[in-house]
């Protein structure tokens, strides 16, 4: 009689519930290569985006002042410069915010990796843990510049280019860790640092494509409808047709919006997929919104688990990275004096209230203290870099992961499918020679083979 029993020990929780492999998000992350990768793009996108600021922002402009007994056109003229004001201001603050780097948030008043472990209970954000806001502050600041473009149309340009340098920037960095997450998440396998900057390389049009195309899709639509607005405007009479055909500019705005909507939710999926599949942009593109449109609430379901998720992982984060900072600090403190140490952490970040944590600021060092101090400021930014790395690093790995998710939803496909490079193969492969010693034995000690020649027919 043959034994049906069931055994779960030989059945996999990933495979009976395969949304726990978002568990594995911290692990895949917390990766010194990705670390790195995330680190470098952060800071060489706050660089680029300092310099466009300070070459946009000009000076900080004024409120206009209200006539005195203002009435009809007056007042009116008085609103419009009023409102005029209001978004050159809301251009002005969204420029400045753009200009500090990530160790120097406390100066903008929005310190995130501070509000995390604050004891005064500002960790929390309209009943949400404020690490769930660091976790998304590596898509707040991917999706800035496109919110600053609709700011007014001073800063329609500022606004491109800056999510012009972004896409540059993460075209390679985020790449890079999507690539390397891609190989952990479906084989446990390892990606060296030079191998995947080189395969992202290979591929950096199409990983700066994919994004672009419907960008440039919704600008074309965009412009047909401005053009139809300009003859509506110079042509008297015409605004009866207008009236009736307008279910073309509301078709045209629904296009836009599913496009624009696929663009903000899918944009690290293509990234996943071309370091996945070894794709081009448009099947990137396809993938990634016919994922997000076919399985909406599967997606809705992956990214708030990973949020949440995330939450736990980086107030754990951050209270490690305050632990190693001041154990540091207490330990060395016994020997070398409370007071004078303090002179050494001038320089580190304020950010996280890294700096100010230490105490009453001290007098500024001098001498060699002062040469110390920098070197003890450099080790500071670095470590608190790969905090900020960190935090991109595990966006990345989770859009990674939630993109093998949906692929296995939607397509079937499992997970351990990933396009690995093989090896080039010998352009020319040639057989080995047979060596013929002088007894007249081939190498295998055989006699040596001569061709047969059949001899002339006589005539």
């Given at each position: 009689m043959t034994d049906d029993r069931f055994d779960l020990r030989n059945v996999e929780l990933r495979e009976v519930i395969p949304w726990v492999h978002l568990f594995r998000g911290f692990r895949i992350a917390l990766d010194l290569k990705k670390l790195a990768l995330g680190a470098a793009g952060a800071v060489l996108m706050a660089f680029g985006w300092s310099f466009i600021a300070l070459w946009f922002i000009g000076e900080r402009p004024t409120a206009p002042e209200k006539p005195e007994g203002a009435t009809g056109d007056q007042l009116s003229h008085y609103e419009l410069e009023q409102l005029e004001y209001q978004e050159r201001l809301n251009s002005y603050n969204a420029l400045e915010e753009s200009r500090y780097m990530p160790w120097d948030q406390a100066e903008r008043g929005t310190d995130v990796y501070r509000s995390v472990l604050d004891p005064s209970g500002k960790g929390w954000r309209g009943g949400i843990p404020a690490s769930a806001f660091l976790t998304?502050?590596?898509?707040?600041?991917?999706?800035?510049?496109?919110?600053?473009?609709?700011?007014?149309?001073?800063?329609?340009?500022?606004?491109?280019?800056?999510?012009?340098?972004?896409?540059?920037?993460?075209?390679?960095?985020?790449?890079?860790?999507?690539?390397?997450?891609?190989?952990?998440?479906?084989?446990?396998?390892?990606?060296?640092?030079?191998?995947?900057?080189?395969?992202?390389?290979?591929?950096?049009?199409?990983?700066?494509?994919?994004?672009?195309?419907?960008?440039?899709?919704?600008?074309?639509?965009?412009?047909?409808?401005?053009?139809?607005?300009?003859?509506?405007?110079?042509?008297?009479?015409?605004?009866?047709?207008?009236?009736?055909?307008?279910?073309?500019?509301?078709?045209?705005?629904?296009?836009?919006?599913?496009?624009?909507?696929?663009?903000?939710?899918?944009?690290?999926?293509?990234?996943?997929?071309?370091?996945?599949?070894?794709?081009?942009?448009?099947?990137?593109?396809?993938?990634?919104?016919?994922?997000?449109?076919?399985?909406?609430?599967?997606?809705?379901?992956?990214?708030?688990?990973?949020?949440?998720?995330?939450?736990?992982?980086?107030?754990?984060?951050?209270?490690?990275?305050?632990?190693?900072?001041?154990?540091?600090?207490?330990?060395?403190?016994?020997?070398?004096?409370?007071?004078?140490?303090?002179?050494?952490?001038?320089?580190?970040?304020?950010?996280?209230?890294?700096?100010?944590?230490?105490?009453?600021?001290?007098?500024?060092?001098?001498?060699?203290?002062?040469?110390?101090?920098?070197?003890?400021?450099?080790?500071?930014?670095?470590?608190?870099?790969?905090?900020?790395?960190?935090?991109?690093?595990?966006?990345?790995?989770?859009?990674?992961?939630?993109?093998f998710l949906l692929r296995r939803d939607v397509d079937e496909t499992e997970f351990e499918e990933v396009f690995i490079e093989e090896e080039d193969d010998e352009p020319f492969p040639t057989a080995p020679p047979t060596l013929t010693d002088p007894s007249g034995k081939d190498d295998k000690g055989g006699d040596p083979s001569l061709p047969i020649v059949d001899p002339p027919q006589g005539s």
């Amino acid at each position: 009689m043959t034994d049906d029993r069931f055994d779960l020990r030989n059945v996999e929780l990933r495979e009976v519930i395969p949304w726990v492999h978002l568990f594995r998000g911290f692990r895949i992350a917390l990766d010194l290569k990705k670390l790195a990768l995330g680190a470098a793009g952060a800071v060489l996108m706050a660089f680029g985006w300092s310099f466009i600021a300070l070459w946009f922002i000009g000076e900080r402009p004024t409120a206009p002042e209200k006539p005195e007994g203002a009435t009809g056109d007056q007042l009116s003229h008085y609103e419009l410069e009023q409102l005029e004001y209001q978004e050159r201001l809301n251009s002005y603050n969204a420029l400045e915010e753009s200009r500090y780097m990530p160790w120097d948030q406390a100066e903008r008043g929005t310190d995130v990796y501070r509000s995390v472990l604050d004891p005064s209970g500002k960790g929390w954000r309209g009943g949400i843990p404020a690490s769930a806001f660091l976790t998304l502050e590596p898509i707040r600041r991917l999706l800035f510049p496109a919110g600053l473009t609709l700011r007014g149309p001073w800063a329609a340009i500022p606004g491109t280019l800056l999510m012009a340098w972004t896409l540059l920037v993460w075209s390679l960095f985020g790449g890079a860790i999507t690539r390397i997450s891609a190989v952990q998440v479906a084989r446990d396998g390892h990606v060296g640092l030079g191998e995947a900057l080189t395969f992202v390389i290979r591929r950096y049009l199409s990983y700066l494509g994919a994004p672009v195309f419907p960008f440039l899709g919704v600008v074309f639509i965009v412009i047909l409808c401005a053009i139809a607005g300009f003859i509506l405007s110079i042509i008297p009479g015409i605004d009866v047709l207008a009236g009736i055909i307008w279910f073309l500019p509301l078709a045209a705005g629904f296009v836009m919006t599913i496009m624009l909507f696929g663009l903000v939710l899918g944009w690290p999926l293509m990234f996943a997929a071309i370091s996945a599949e070894a794709t081009e942009s448009f099947d990137s593109l396809s993938r990634s919104y016919s994922y997000v449109l076919t399985r909406p609430w599967h997606y809705l379901f992956y990214s708030v688990l990973a949020i949440l998720y995330g939450a736990i992982v980086m107030v754990f984060v951050t209270a490690f990275s305050y632990a190693v900072l001041h154990m540091s600090q207490y330990s060395v403190a016994w020997g070398g004096g409370e007071t004078e140490l303090r002179q050494l952490y001038a320089y580190v970040p304020l950010a996280g209230g890294w700096r100010e944590s230490f105490g009453p600021e001290a007098d500024s060092p001098t001498g060699t203290t002062y040469v110390s101090a920098l070197f003890v400021g450099l080790w500071a930014h670095v470590f608190f870099l790969g905090i900020v790395g960190f935090a991109y690093s595990y966006f990345w790995s989770q859009s990674t992961i939630i993109y093998f998710l949906l692929r296995r939803d939607v397509d079937e496909t499992e997970f351990e499918e990933v396009f690995i490079e093989e090896e080039d193969d010998e352009p020319f492969p040639t057989a080995p020679p047979t060596l013929t010693d002088p007894s007249g034995k081939d190498d295998k000690g055989g006699d040596p083979s001569l061709p047969i020649v059949d001899p002339p027919q006589g005539s």
